[in-house]
Each structure stands twice: as C-alpha cells, then as structure tokens.
C-alpha cells in the first residue's frame, strides 16, 4: 500500500551538518564579539558599542551598559567571565538566558519567553489598572532584540558554511576548526537518504522547523528518483519573517492567557504567527489527505512546538513515528517529549516505533569517526574503576580487583547481534525477537562471538582458543565478557550507585523482565528504565554469563542479574548463579565489556 512520509526537521539536522545553530552557539557568539568590542575600545573614550563620534556602531547598546564603578573595582578584564562582572543590563530577557545557561548549561530561550510571559500574565492580572502593560511591552521588547540578533547570527553562520560570493548554496561546506574529507558532504547526503528514502513512498513533505535553508540539499535528490517532494519552511526563513516564539496553547497557563482581553500577551503566539502565511493549510491538506509515516530528524520534540506536533502525530493520519537521536541523553529526553505531545497515550504506543529500533542521526561529527568509535558511543558505557581498585561481592564479601577502567554494553546481546556475527540464532523466543537478548547460549559459545566481533573491529582477540581449553590473554583489547566484579560494580550504578536491590531502582517492575510481568517470555532490550549509569536490564529479561570461575576448585562460571523466570529475589543485584560452561538454557544470555587504552 502507498504511503506518503513526513520529514520533521528540527536543530539537530543543521547541526549534524556541521552548522553551529544551538541557542548556546549564539549567546557564547554574542559575548565573544561584545568582549571583543570592549577591549578594543576601551582605552579610547568611547563606550561599547560606539565609535569616537558617539554614533551606534554595533548592536550591543539595548542589551547591556558598562558600570563604571565596577569596571574599576576589577584589576584586570581578562576574559568574558570578568567582563559579564562590569554590566548592567539593559535586556533583562538577555539576563534571564545567562542566568539558565549558568544554572543549566544550556538555555531553551522560546521555553524561557513563556516562563516569563506566565509571570507577567499572574502579575498583570492582580493589577487594577488594566491599562499598565509596561511589563508584557518590555518583555515582548527585550525578546524582539533577542529574536533579531539570532537572525542575524544564523545569517552570518549560513554564509560562512553554505554559501559562496554570490549568496548561493554550495555543495562543500567548510566547517571551522575541522580537518574534514573533501567529500564528507557528499558522503552525509548519501548516509540520510538511506535513511529517509523509502520506495513505496507516494509523496513527500519535507516540514522544516528551522530557518536555515538545509534541506534543500535533499529536495532535487529525491525528486530525481521520481518522487514528488514539497518543503513547508514552516517558521519562516532568514530571508523573509521568522516565527519565534511559544506553541504550546494546550497547557493551562496557555489557556489562562487566552481568556485575557489584551493581545500584548499573545503576540508571540506561534499559532497565530501560522495565520499570516498559506503554509500551515498546506500543511494541514497533506496530513488529512492520506495515511503518512513522520521521520524525525533532529526535532526535540519539546512543547514549544506542542500545539504543532499534536496535529501532526495524534490528530492526523499518522501510521508509524521514526525517531532519529543525536546522543543517548537525546533520546532519553525525546522519548519524554513525544509521549508528552499524545493526549491519547493509546496512539502514541501504537505509532512510535520500539526505542531500541531509533537511530543514530548521520552526523558529520561522526563521518571521521571509526566504526569502533560509533559502536562505542551508541551501545556501551564506559566505567571508571573503584578509587581503591578493589571491590567486594555483595553475596559472600569476597574482594576483587577492578583494576582499569572498562566499557560495558549498555544492552544485553540480541538475536539480530548474534545472527549478524556468528550466522545462525539459536534462541528459543524467535517470534518477533531481532531486538530481544540472545538465549540458549554457553559460555564457550560467547566467548567465540567475542572473538569474531574483535576480528570485525580490528582488536585483538582476548581468547585464545583450542579444542580442550580458552586461556585469556588479558592485555589484549578486544571483547569479552565481564568479569563478576565488573559486572556487579556497573549494575550497582558504579560510583552513582544508590545502592538499590535491582539494577536502578527499589522497585523491580520498573527495570526488570521477571515472573510476574514477562508472560513467561524474554522481552526486546532496552524496554525497561535504566540504572543510574544508563545501562539497561542488569536485572532480569535473561541470566547473564561472566567471566569467572566459581571458585579455583571448580570450572563451572558465574551468571548474574537473573531472568524472565525469575522472581524478585533472583533479580538483585546481589543474587549469584552458577553454570557449567557447556550447558545453555532458554534464560541465559551475556553483555559485553572490553579494557581500551
């Protein structure tokens, strides 16, 4: 059956091209220009942001003025921090952003407008002048010149990355500070378009959230492929009005606001902004003109674009949601995000596709990167060892050496993992099982996957091998299981640890598979909530093997983290089994860890 597909473009895309488009990008941009400004004219008798005539020279006297007497109060203005020290500031949207960043390490400014707008609305409300807007006027001020310095930031980062003399498009940006392939470009459009292409697409709408004209690198690409393509630059672009603002008109405040006869408080509305151009109904046509499928590329999903993405993914058409991920920390906020969108939960279990099967976004920051590198980032974390080295088992106090710091894979191993690597599957719980945890698996058998993944990615193998015996060759940097110190020290939450009985929490429903929620099956990974190092399923779905022995006086290894079968007590943290290293079973599975210099 035909289906049309959706593009939902958001920041991510533009910085997966290597453009640096971040609210942060901008305001650190600001300050190092404004710095700049400062001490060249500093020594003359002008003040920042005029030339020796007196007359504006840049943009920088609405925002901030230098106190004088604190300038003399510091010895020496060195850098940006001591510079922030001297001003007084003139916006005081601009003061609200630095104090977020300061707080949070990064700033959502259009969230940060509304915060604002809300605190003006409770106290514009108590009021019994009504006729005093002076507060809404001064926000709506301060954030009109926050909105044109962005514009004009974005337009100086698109000419230095896209385009040539003649204001065109280029098909080779350059990107600061990076040695990059000569066809890195080239290669990236080839890496998204696997990933948006589909051959039973019927149509295509590319929805863009953002200004910058990336996109178009992808539009004449699929039409050459006989597809019908429109791009909606749904908040407008830099050569014309921008939309910047607020978009969520669902939650309360929103609808508090509303009720007020005063427009002040609603000029930023993004709705209402949509009214002013054809795109939105051209928008709205597609979506309820057939069944469609949404990718999403670098959108966060946030509720600054609610009101937008609810039509979008609930109210529509919509058949399936195809979320792409920068980091882990995207897509954990992301999952958020988007179940926050659905006022029908039931639609967004039906449409989202399993987190496990999200992808990482093709990135330019990624394309120089080994396939080792992005193996490593997407799939393992990496643990610092004990301060002391030593650790001591829960069960029985025995101590154990952690000597180095060590990655562990985030995911048990699955059927699609195994099959790819060794060719076969020998798991019981087949049935729509390629992101469930491989099973019925030895210790021997998992120790041979480990080597053949070393020799996929180039390490040194830390097996060695023979008919009769596997000896260890522990400088070696290849895969291979964990050992159980390792093992317990990372499913405890390493040095976050807050000492839980089941990996990551008190209450075992909330991170396990066991008896009494699995339907006496193995589940997809990664479907439960991780511990606090972001590891998933170190207690239950499947009895994971370790590297140990027993004991000196017996061969039989380790297995840790209990399994679908299982009850609570089985799944702690603590709890200890042992196994022959030939026999397998329908609950035994394994993760992976390696030591990288």
């Not at 941009?29 to 005539?53: I, L, Q």
């Amino acid at each position: 059956m035909a289906i049309n597909r959706i593009i939902l473009i958001g920041n991510g895309f533009d910085l997966a091209h290597g453009l640096k488009t971040k609210y942060e990008h901008f305001i650190n941009d600001f300050w190092e220009r404004a710095f700049e400004d400062y001490t060249t004219n500093r020594d003359k008798d002008t003040s920042v942001g005029k030339d020796s005539e007196g007359k504006n020279r840049t943009n920088f006297d609405p925002f901030f003025k230098i106190a004088k007497e604190k300038e003399k109060g510091i010895h020496e203005i060195s850098d940006i921090t001591n510079f922030k020290q001297i001003i007084t500031y003139e916006n005081k949207f601009l003061e609200k952003i630095e104090g977020d960043i300061r707080a949070k390490n990064w700033c959502n400014i259009e969230k940060l407008y509304f915060d604002e707008l809300v605190r003006c609305y409770e106290k514009y409300k108590t009021r019994k002048d009504r006729n005093d807007t002076s507060q809404i006027d001064k926000l709506n001020r301060d954030f009109d010149g926050i909105e044109n310095g962005l514009r004009q930031y974005l337009e100086e980062e698109v000419r230095k990355e896209y385009k040539n003399e003649e204001n065109e498009i280029i098909r080779k940006p350059l990107i600061r500070g990076n040695a990059v392939n000569p066809d890195f470009l080239s290669g990236l459009q080839d890496e998204f378009e696997k990933e948006i292409w589909r051959k039973d697409v019927n149509e295509y709408l590319i929805l863009t959230c953002n200004y910058t004209k990336t996109v178009e690198l992808y539009k004449n690409r699929i039409e050459a492929k006989g597809k019908k393509v429109e791009v909606i630059y749904i908040h407008g672009q830099l050569e014309a009005d921008i939309i910047f603002g607020y978009g969520d008109e669902y939650c309360e405040e929103s609808k508090e606001i509303e009720k007020l006869d005063e427009n002040k408080f609603q000029q930023k509305v993004k709705q209402i902004k949509y009214a002013e151009t054809s795109d939105y109904m051209t928008f709205d046509k597609f979506i309820t003109n057939g069944i469609y499928d949404v990718v999403v590329l670098g959108h966060s999903c946030g509720n600054t674009d609610r009101t937008l993405l609810r039509r979008l993914l609930e109210m529509g058409n919509c058949k399936t949601i195809i979320p792409y991920f920068y980091d882990d920390k995207d897509k954990e906020e992301k999952k958020y995000n988007i179940y926050r969108i659905f006022d029908d939960k039931q639609k967004f279990q039906e449409r989202i596709i399993p987190v496990k099967q999200w992808r990482l976004i093709p990135c330019i920051d990624r394309l120089n990167k080994s396939p080792l590198a992005l193996l490593l980032e997407s799939s393992f974390k990496k643990i610092e060892r004990p301060t002391t080295s030593k650790y001591k088992l829960l069960d029985n106090n025995t101590e154990k050496d952690i000597k180095q710091n060590f990655f562990i894979g985030k995911y048990q191993v699955t059927q699609q993992q195994w099959q790819e690597i060794m060719g076969n599957n020998p798991s019981y719980f087949q049935a729509n099982g390629a992101n469930k945890p491989v099973e019925q698996v030895s210790w021997y058998d998992c120790v041979e996957f480990c080597n053949k993944l070393s020799e996929k990615y180039n390490l040194e193998k830390y097996y060695n091998i023979t008919k009769n015996d596997v000896k260890f060759n522990v400088v070696a940097n290849g895969f291979r299981l964990p050992t159980e110190a390792e093992w317990e020290y990372a499913a405890k939450g390493g040095d976050k640890s807050k000492n839980h009985p089941y990996s990551g929490s008190n209450h075992i429903d909330d991170v396990a598979w066991y008896t009494e929620n699995s339907d006496s099956s193995t589940h997809e990974v990664g479907t439960k909530q991780p511990n606090e190092l972001g590891i998933h399923d170190m207690s239950g779905n499947v009895w994971e093997w370790c590297e140990d022995e027993y004991s000196k006086r017996s061969s039989y290894r380790v297995l840790r983290g209990g399994g679908w079968s299982d009850g609570a007590q089985g799944c702690r943290v603590s709890d200890r089994l042992i196994y022959s290293p030939d026999n397998r079973g329908n609950f035994i599975g394994f993760r992976l860890a390696l030591v990288l210099s």
